[in-house]
C-alpha cells in the first residue's frame, strides 16, 4: 500500500482560496444551529463548492466563529430560499437532503456533470414541503441508529463529497 507523505499532500492543495465555480453549491437554506454552518463551509472549501446560506441575523456571525480557514470562502447569500430555488431551477440540477418515496440512498449518488445545488433542510422539520417540489433529485443518507437525521454539517458534508467526486 502506498501512503502520501505531508510535503505530497501539501503540493496538491490550493495554494490560494477558490472563486466561485459555480459548479456545486450546497444550500442549508434553513439551519437551526450556527456551529454547522462554519463546517460545513470548511467542508465547501475542501470540495471546491461553494455555501449558500439565508441572510439572517445570526448567519454572519455563525459563519464568522465557525469558520476556520485562512483565506476567504465562497458564500452566496439568499434572501428567500423559495424564490432563489426557483431561479436556479433554469441553470442548475437541484439535489435534496431528505427522505421520500423516491429519494436515492447516498451510495447511489453519482457525482456532479452539471451545475449543481444541494439543498439541506432544518435538522427537526427536513426541507419545507414548497421546496420539495422543486428538487429534480432526493437523496436519502440510510441510518440504523434511533436518531431521525443527521445534523446538517455532517449530512451536507457527505453529499458534498459525493457530488464532488472525490469518495
Known amino acids: ?7 505530497e499532500i501539501k503540493r496538491q492543495r490550493r495554494r ?12 442549508p437554506l434553513w439551519p437551526m444551529h450556527g456551529a454547522n454552518l462554519g463546517t460545513l463551509l470548511r467542508t465547501c472549501d475542501a470540495v471546491g463548492a ?6 439572517l441575523p445570526w448567519v454572519p456571525t455563525a459563519l464568522e466563529i465557525g469558520n476556520t480557514l ?23 440540477e437541484i439535489v435534496g437532503v431528505e427522505l421520500t418515496d423516491e429519494s436515492v440512498r447516498l451510495a447511489f449518488l453519482q457525482p456532479a456533470r452539471r451545475r449543481t445545488v444541494a439543498v439541506l433542510g432544518n435538522e427537526r422539520t427536513g426541507i ?20 431521525m437525521s443527521l445534523n446538517v454539517a455532517v449530512a451536507g458534508s457527505l ?3 459525493k457530488l464532488s467526486g472525490l469518495v
Open 50 to 55: 461553494c455555501l449558500a446560506v439565508p441572510r
Open 1 to 7: 500500500m502506498w501512503v502520501r507523505t505531508p510535503t
Open 70 to 92: 485562512r483565506k476567504p470562502s465562497c458564500v452566496h447569500w439568499v434572501n428567500n430560499p423559495i424564490r432563489w430555488l426557483q431561479a436556479q431551477r433554469a441553470s442548475a
Open 128 to 147: 419545507p414541503p414548497e421546496a420539495t417540489e422543486l428538487l429534480d433529485l432526493a437523496v436519502e443518507i440510510p441510518m440504523v441508529g434511533t436518531g
Open 159 to 161: 453529499v458534498a463529497y
Open 16 to 27: 490560494k482560496a477558490h472563486a466561485c465555480w459555480d459548479h456545486l453549491i450546497i444550500a
